[in-house]
C-alpha cells in the first residue's frame, strides 16, 4: 500500500502570509495527487487535481506542484477563510485511495 | 446546482447493520461514478469505496476493512447511492460522505489516456455511531 505523509501536521500563519504544506509518497505516484481543504463541520472541497491543475472555482492564490514522490501545496497571500485542515490524496492506485494525515492551518 | 445528502445515519449496536443513502441532484446521476469516504471522530479522511456507473460496468471496490462487510449499490432511477453497512464494529464509527468521482484525462504520445481521478461533489455527511 502507498503510505502518504504530510508536514507539518499543523502549522500558525498570519493573514497575508505565503504557506506551503508538504505531501510525500511512499513510493512515486508521477503526478496522481489530488489536494483538499476542509473546514470544522463540513465536507472537504476539491483544490487541485493532478498534482498542479486548479480546480474550477478555486482562487489562484493556491498552488499545486511536484511529482514522483513529493508535492506541495502553496497558498500566496492568506485569507481568513484559508485557516481550515488540507488533505493529499493519490490516485495512482486507483480506485485504491489513499489520503494523507492532514495539515491543520490556524491563524497566528 | 449539484448537491448530494446522505441520509439513514444513527446509533447502532456492535454486530448490527445500517444502511446510508445519498440523494444526488443537478447532475446526470446514471452517469456518474461514486464513492464513499469516511472521517472517525478528530481523525483523517479514508475512502471507503467506489462504483462506477452502470454503462462502466456498475462494478465495485472497497477498502480492506470494510471488504465483505460493506455493500455499495446504486439505484439510477431514484438519483440515490447506497451504502449498506453490515456487521459493524466500533472502528467504523464516522462521519461518512458521499462524493461524485470525476476524471481528467491526459493523451499520452505512447497511444493511450492517463486517467487523474478527484472526488469532486461531497455531500454534506452522514453520521454513524457503533457503541454498545
Known amino acids: 500500500d502507498i503510505q502518504m505523509t504530510q508536514s507539518p501536521s499543523s502549522l500558525s500563519a498570519s493573514v497575508g502570509d505565503r504557506v506551503t504544506i508538504t505531501c510525500r509518497a511512499s513510493?512515486?505516484?508521477?503526478?496522481?495527487l489530488n489536494w483538499y481543504q476542509q473546514k470544522p463541520g463540513k465536507a472537504p472541497k476539491l483544490l487541485i487535481y493532478?498534482?498542479?491543475s486548479l480546480q474550477s472555482g478555486v482562487p489562484s492564490r493556491f498552488s499545486g506542484s511536484g511529482s514522483g514522490t513529493d508535492f506541495t501545496l502553496t497558498i500566496s497571500g492568506l485569507q481568513p477563510e484559508d485557516f481550515a485542515t488540507y488533505y493529499c490524496?493519490?490516485?495512482?492506485?486507483?480506485?485504491?485511495?489513499?489520503f494523507g494525515q492532514g495539515t491543520k492551518l490556524e491563524i497566528k | 446546482e449539484v448537491q448530494l445528502e446522505e441520509s439513514g445515519g444513527g446509533l447502532v449496536k456492535p454486530g448490527e447493520s445500517l444502511r446510508l443513502s445519498c440523494a444526488a441532484s443537478?447532475?446526470?446521476?446514471?452517469?456518474?461514478?461514486m464513492s464513499w469516504v469516511r472521517q472517525a471522530p478528530g481523525k483523517g479522511l479514508e475512502w471507503v469505496g467506489r462504483?462506477?456507473?452502470?454503462?462502466?460496468?456498475?462494478?465495485?471496490d472497497y477498502a480492506a476493512p470494510v471488504e465483505g462487510r460493506f455493500i455499495i449499490s446504486r439505484d439510477d432511477s431514484q438519483n440515490t447511492l447506497y451504502l449498506q453497512m453490515n456487521s459493524l464494529k466500533t472502528e467504523d464509527t464516522a462521519v461518512y460522505f458521499c462524493?461524485?468521482?470525476?476524471?481528467?484525462?491526459?493523451?499520452?504520445?505512447?497511444?493511450?489516456?492517463?486517467?487523474?481521478?478527484?472526488?469532486?461533489?461531497w455531500g454534506t455527511g452522514g453520521t454513524v455511531t457503533v457503541s454498545s
Open positions: 513510493q512515486s505516484i508521477t503526478t496522481y
Open positions: 462504483i462506477k456507473s452502470k454503462a462502466d460496468g456498475g462494478t465495485t
Open positions: 462524493t461524485t468521482v470525476a476524471y481528467h484525462s491526459v493523451w499520452r504520445s505512447y497511444g493511450t489516456y492517463d486517467y487523474y481521478y478527484y472526488m469532486d461533489v
Open positions: 493532478a498534482a498542479s
Open positions: 443537478g447532475f446526470t446521476f446514471s452517469s456518474a461514478w
Open positions: 490524496q493519490q490516485s495512482y492506485t486507483t480506485p485504491l485511495y489513499t
